[in-house]
């Protein structure tokens, strides 16, 4: 297994040839380390690699590293996120990505101390097999949170499907950067919404390219 210090220096230099053919600035990028394939030692290892942003899909991962690194790193909740188990989460999180319903947004105000960082999960591919909103449905839905205190709109997420097709990819960003321009335009002031949560180990090099703001890396970061 290679050296995540060794890994985190090739995606820093994709991520910098990423921002010049784009004329983009490397600093406007957060890299979350995403660890729920791996070990708490592994976890440890990104750390010490200098990754400061970890992300889980699942609670149970996130308790237990989160348990181990503390405020070592900000950690983001990448996965779906059961109204139940809000409550177990909520004083760990910096971010949540996947926010897609209303009855989860009742819950994360009820709960929440502050309010909390929340991306809206949007599927633009239309897969079945993923959640989110659809793109048509964002903005009426962003309009219904204006009465959760708790819940500050900071950006959009979304996975894209796993292909190679650049062309499939890049239309897929950029739906997600239309949208969130025309949410900006709404001038919320609970919801901000300039930040991008898009790009995988398959296709950060093209998110980056189109604009994204968070890059969620797992298997070419820490391995699988
Ligand atoms: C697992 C996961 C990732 C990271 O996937 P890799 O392909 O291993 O980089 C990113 N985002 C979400 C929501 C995930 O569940």
């Keep these: 297994m290679m050296d995540v210090a060794d890994n985190l220096t090739h995606i820093r230099q994709t991520i910098e040839q990423a921002c010049k053919n784009s004329h983009r600035n490397p600093d406007e990028i957060t890299i979350i380390g995403v660890t729920k394939y791996v070990t708490i030692e592994r976890t440890e290892e990104a750390i010490n690699a200098g990754i400061k942003n970890l992300g889980e899909n699942r609670m149970e991962g996130l308790l237990e590293k989160h348990d181990y690194i503390q405020d070592r790193a900000s950690w983001h909740f990448i996965g779906t996120l059961q ?30 101390a502050r309010p909390i960082d929340c991306f809206i999960q949007v ?25 959760f205190k708790n819940v500050r709109i900071v950006g959009l997420m979304t996975m894209a499907p796993h292909t190679d097709d650049e062309d499939r990819l890049r239309a897929i ?5 239309s949208l969130r321009e025309t949410i900006k ?16 180990s398959n ?22």
Excluded: W
């Excluded at 001038?187 to 919404?193: E, Q």
């Design 83 to 112: 109204s139940r188990k809000v409550k177990d989460v909520i004083g760990k999180v910096d971010a949540i990505h996947s926010l897609d319903r209303l009855s989860l947004a009742k819950e994360i105000n009820k709960r929440a």
């Design 123 to 147: 599927n633009v591919s239309g897969e079945e097999s993923k959640h989110g909103l659809s793109p048509e449905d964002t903005l009426s839905f962003i309009k219904q949170l204006e009465r």
């Design 173 to 177: 960003f950029r739906r997600l950067v």
């Design 185 to 200: 335009a709404e001038h919320l002031a609970y919801a901000p919404c300039d930040n991008l949560s898009m790009g995988m």
């Design 203 to 224: 296709d950060y090099r093209i998110a980056v390219e189109e604009g994204a703001t968070h890059i969620r890396i797992g298997s070419d970061l820490v391995g699988s």
